[in-house]
C-alpha cells in the first residue's frame, strides 16, 4: 500500500508547488493521497480565530467530485476535530456507529464507518486537520497515522502558504481598488525621481496617463507650474533629507495638457527601507475649486471692505478740508460750525469703528486673516494698552492699575491680536465704570497665563453674562457700541487656543473678563 | 519742480488731492485710469506716482506690478493709496520703490509721504 517515503515527499512538494489557489492546492493533495492511501471520504478543516470550526474541503471518491464548502462554519463543540486540536494528536474512530463524537452520528449517515483525524500544526501551532473516512469499519491504524506524521508538517505549510497568500491577494485587491477609484492622485516616487505607483486617477487630473509618469523620470516636477516648481521640491527634497518627517497640505499649482492650471494640495510621507529613506509615498488632491471659492471669497471682503470704507474716509478727509477752511475771528459763526464739526467727526469715528470691527470679524471667521506668531510680554503689552487708555480712564474718574506677576512668561501669539483683545476689554471696563478702578491681573497656570480685566463698573446679571460674548448682542438697543467687540475677543482668544469668560456677581457689583493664553512648551 | 502723476478714478479724490497739493512746489498730473496713467509714464519721466489701487479696468497693483516688469520702469517710485490696509499691499514691497498710504490721509500726511520718497531717491 504504500510507496516509499522519498516519492510521498516528493509529491508533497508537488502540492505546495502546484497552485496558490486553494481549490487547485486540495484537489492535487486530495489526487496524491488517494494514491497511497484509500478513503472514501477527505476533509481538510481549518481553525478559525474564535475557535469555530471551518470546513473548507470535501473530498468524495465515490462521486469523484470535489465539493468545497468555503465560508461554512461548523461548532466545534464535540467534533472529532476538537479532540484532535485539543491535543495535538491524531485520533482515530474505529466505528462511527457508536456515535463517539457529534459528527460520527451525521458520518455514519452517508455511510462513514471509520475514521482518521490528523493535526495540522504550522510554526508550533495547530492550525487544522486533515480528516479521511472509509466505509469499512476498523479501517485506519497507527500504520496510517505514522506515516502521515511523516508527510503532516508539509501539508500543514502547503495549506498555510495557499490561505496566507490568499489573504494577501484579497488584502491587494483592496488596495488597488481604492487605489483604482481614488478620486486624489495616490503614488509612490522613489528617490531618483522614478514614479513606482501612480494612481489612474492622474489622468482624470492632469490629463496624462500613469504611464507616463512610470515612464519618464521626475515627470511629476516637470508639470509643476514654473513659480511652484522649486518650492515644491525643496519640500520633497527635505523629506528625502529625512529633514522633515511629512507634507501636510502643501499646495501647489500644475498645469494639465489641456494647459490649464490646477490647484492641487500634497501630503506625504517618507518610504523606508530600514533606516533609510528611499523615496516618497503619498496623496495630490485637487483643490482648484477650493482655491476658486477662496480667491472669490477674498474678492469678496475686499470689495466689501472697500465699498465701506471709501465713503467714510471721504467724510473724513471733507471734515479735515471743512476745518481748514473756516477762518477763526468770527465767534458765533465759528462756535456754531466747531459743533456741528464735532457732531461729524464723532460720528464718522464712530462709523469707521463699526466697520471695522464688523470686517474684522468676517475677515476672523472666514479664515482670510493668518496669525502673525511672535514671542510677545504681556506685562509689556499691558503697559502699553494702560498707556494708551490713561485718558479716557481719566476722563471718567477712573483708575487704571496693573498688577502682573513679574515672572510671566513670554508666549507665542499675534501681537496686534493681542494688543487689540486687551485694548478692547480695558475699554469696555471704562465704558461701565464711573470713578471706579480698573485693574489689570495675571496668573501662571500650569499650561497657559490667565489674565483678568477687573471692574468696580455696573456688573452684568446672570442673562447677559451667558450672551455677552454673542455677535451684535447688546443688554439694551440704546447701549452704544455695534455689539461685535466681545465677539471679536472670542474669535481671537480662540484661534489661540484659549479661552475667554466673565464673571460678575451681578448688577452694580463689578465685572471680571478673564481669558487664557497657552504657554508653548517647544521652543520654536 | 517735481512732477507727481496721480492716477485716482474717484473724482472726489482728485479734488482732495488737487486741494492738498495747491500752492505746494510741484506739477501734478492728475487721470482717472490705469491705461491713461501707463501712458502718461510712457511719454514722461515723473518723480512720483501715486496710485489708487482699486480702479475700474486696470487695477492700482497690477499696474504696478506692470511697471515693474519693465525694466524702463523698474526705478519709478510709486506710492499706493488705498482704504485696504496694509496688507493687502505688502506683497508688492517685494518689487521694490513703493510706499502705502492709507486713506483717509491728510495734507500732512500726503506731504510727508511724498517727501520722504523723494528723499530716498537720491
Redesign the interface.
Known sequence: MFINKKEIILSINRIIFSSLDIRKVYQTMSNELLKVIDFDRLSVTLITENNNLYETFVLSKDYEYTNLKEGVLYPMEGSLMKRVVQFCEPVIVDDTSKGRFLTDTVLFKEGIHSRLGIPLEYKERVIGSVNFGSKRKDYYSKKHINFFLQIAPQLAMAIENTRLFNKIKEAEEKYRTVIETSPDIIFECMKDGKFSLMSPSVEKITGYSADQFYNNQGYGLSLCYKEDQERVQNEILKILNGQNSSLMDLEFRVVNKQGIVLWLSLEALPIKEGNRIIGIEGFCRNITERKKLDELKDNLIRDVTHELKTPVAKMEMAIDMFERSTVPGNEHVFGKSSQIHEILRNNVNRLKNIIKNILDISKLESGTELLKISDISLVELVDQVISELKDTAGRKKNVLIQQLPLNIPIIKADRDKIHHLITHLVDNAIKFTEHGKISILGRILPNEVELTVEDTGRGLDKKTRERVFEKFYKETPSTFGSGIGLAICKNIVQIHKGRIWVESEGKGRGAQFKFTLPISTNNN | MKELLIVED?L??QE?YK?MLQGEQFLVTLVPNAEEGLKKIKEKKYDIVILDI?MEGITGDRLFALLRKESRYKEVPVIMA???DEK?YRCFQALGNVSFLE?????ERLLNEITKRLESQK
Do not use: A, G, Q, Y
Open positions: 474717484d472726489e479724490m482732495f486741494d482699486l488705498s482704504v485696504l493687502t486713506k483717509p490721509f491728510n495734507k
